[in-house]
């Protein structure tokens, strides 16, 4: 599969930087990661695996499935 993501949006990481939201630096870039895949990503059923198919460089997808199931998240 062709990679589509080279680097992150400056205009989503800028959003996401205003929404001030209390996320640790590696909870940030999953988030991030995971935003900016879902946008580019096509089709209707996508799984974080396939969106982390889409980005060069990316670390496995199970990280990214780590930081929205157990990592501490603050309300």
């Known amino acids: 599969m062709l990679k589509l993501i080279v680097h992150q949006s400056p ?4 959003f996401l930087i205003g ?3 209390s996320l640790s630096r590696p909870q940030f870039n999953h988030v991030a990661r ?8 096509e089709g209707k059923q ?5 969106l982390y198919e889409l ?3 990316a670390p496995d997808a199970s990280n990214g499935c780590d930081s929205l199931r157990i990592s501490p998240w603050t309300a």
């Open 55 to 57: 980005i060069v460089d």
């Open 11 to 14: 205009a989503l990481i800028g």
């Open 19 to 21: 929404l001030k939201l």
């Open 46 to 50: 996508k799984t974080i695996a396939s």
């Open 34 to 41: 995971l935003i900016d895949a879902q946008i580019v990503a």
